[in-house]
């Protein structure tokens, strides 16, 4: 995708493929130190398993949405007088936010570093659910953050991140935006709970009923040799 910036009066045309191409050719040239092995584990996937960082990224991603789900169904039963009742959403918010941030991250990491081709032993229909559920599971992230975003501005005020900064209310006083963010916002939690809990379902039916990599790559574990192929 070509995109243009207005720079200094001049149109310079940006091919961010290219540039996604460059920083990880960079980082295996001038930052060899960084894809040194941790064990029988690399920073960056490889065509058999998944590198640290995408690892890292993944438990990260998977660990603060839990989180926050959790965290944002407790909040619903708090009451004015709770010790809790400015502070929870205080946090809930600004985790909220820097989730944001890392999604990004690992969508570009994603785009420079693509992942490991599926296991020999993964059926069709297995592949076709797994990209489903993945494919749903980030969508609907995308959607839970905006009508979050859309409760918090409901009143006109930003939303303070950590204390860090304030992030501006672009959109408020739309008829019953909080309760009608706030349906949405609920019940698309639930989902990716749901979602979720079938993502990992499908992970352990993997790796104790089939007995493959799928899991053990996700963990960074040492592979089965007889499906390193």
């Not at 992030?167 to 008829?175: C, E, K, R």
């Amino acid at each position: 995708m070509v995109r243009s910036v207005l720079l200094d009066q001049s149109v310079l045309l940006i091919d961010w493929n290219h540039i996604l191409r460059f920083l990880s050719d960079w980082f295996d040239v001038r930052m060899p130190s960084l894809n040194c092995r941790m064990g029988d584990m690399q920073l960056k996937n490889t065509s058999l398993t998944y590198g640290w960082i995408a690892i890292g990224f993944h438990w990260l991603v998977a660990v603060t949405v839990i989180g926050l789900a959790v965290l944002g169904l407790w909040m619903t039963d708090l009451t004015y007088y709770s010790p809790y009742y400015r502070s929870a959403p205080f946090w809930h918010k600004s985790i909220g936010v820097s989730l944001v941030l890392v999604l990004l991250l690992r969508l570009i990491w994603r785009w420079c570093n693509p992942r490991p081709a599926h296991i020999a032993a993964h059926k069709g229909w297995e592949k076709r659910l797994a990209g489903l559920v993945h494919g749903l599971l980030y969508l609907l992230l995308v959607v839970i953050v905006i009508s979050g975003y859309l409760i918090s501005t409901a009143n006109g005020q930003g939303i303070d991140v950590f204390g860090w900064f304030t992030l501006p209310a672009l959109v408020s006083g739309l008829p019953e935006q909080a309760d009608r963010a706030g349906f949405v916002h609920y019940w698309l939690a639930i989902t990716v709970l749901v979602l979720a809990g079938i993502h990992a379902l499908g992970a352990l039916k993997h790796h104790f009923i089939d007995r493959d990599n799928t899991l053990r790559r996700m963990l960074g574990l040492r592979l089965h040799s007889s499906e390193e192929h």
